[in-house]
């Protein structure tokens, strides 16, 4: 199997995203970034998922001489003008700190009725290689904001996030019924073709 470098240091990502990938019969061996100690983080200064995910794998991959994968994804709230979207990991100011990410989200939709409460998990995979080809893929998955956080499985917005034709949020969902469904599942399936190809 390819050695490939997740450009995250959340370690919840690699593990779904493993599991993710041997699902659409592209196994890979991934691994953190976090077993190169000298790759630095890289700033997401990026305006759009697919600018802060190609910035990251890009880096990565040029840093360590293997092919890399990096996302960018968050919640986009209708009622907040689509936003936290790129600024979703530190909606609260701290990169990172999910539940007060998730609490402010709640504080700032609190007036908002039920039939407003529109939102999407957006994320963008994106594929990169040492020679500096790379391609993206796009998952989405729609769906509306929770007034109460419900479920323990998942990370991040999880909780409070139902998507469309379900009852349950993802964080109530078991991680294969998620993958199956998820804006992360649907961008990762589509970049394994390109994986399969190394």
């Given at each position: 199997?390819?050695?490939?470098?997740?450009?995250?240091?959340?370690?919840?990502?690699?593990?779904?995203?493993?599991?993710?990938?041997?699902?659409?019969?592209?196994?890979?061996?991934?691994?953190?970034?976090?077993?190169?100690?000298?790759?630095?983080?890289?700033?997401?200064?990026?305006?759009?998922?697919?600018?802060?995910?190609?910035?990251?794998?890009?880096?990565?991959?040029?840093?360590?001489?293997?092919?890399?994968?990096?996302?960018?994804?968050?919640?986009?709230?209708?009622?907040?003008?689509?936003?936290?979207?790129?600024?979703?990991?530190?909606?609260?100011?701290?990169?990172?700190?999910?539940?007060?990410?998730?609490?402010l989200v709640l504080a700032q939709l609190a007036s908002v009725p039920d039939e407003h409460r529109q939102a999407a998990f957006v994320c963008v995979a994106a594929l990169a290689l040492p020679d500096g080809t790379a391609w993206t893929a796009e998952g989405r998955v729609d769906g509306v904001v929770v007034r109460a956080p419900r479920g323990s499985n998942g990370f991040g917005y999880d909780p409070i996030f139902v998507p469309a034709a379900e009852t349950r949020t993802t964080a109530e969902l078991t991680p294969e019924e998620k993958d199956a469904i998820s804006h992360r599942g649907r961008a990762f399936r589509a970049i394994a073709s390109h994986l399969a190809a190394l």
């Open positions: 199997m390819p050695k490939v470098v997740l450009a995250t240091r959340n370690a919840h990502k690699v593990p779904e995203i493993a599991r993710i990938l041997a699902a659409a019969g592209t196994p890979v061996d991934l691994v953190a970034v976090t077993e190169f100690p000298g790759v630095d983080d890289v700033e997401e200064t990026g305006l759009t998922f697919e600018e802060n995910a190609l910035l990251k794998a890009h880096a990565v991959a040029a840093a360590t001489g293997l092919p890399a994968l990096a996302d960018d994804s968050g919640l986009t709230v209708a009622a907040l003008g689509h936003m936290p979207g790129v600024f979703s990991a530190r909606w609260a100011g701290v990169h990172g700190d999910d539940g007060a990410n998730l609490r």
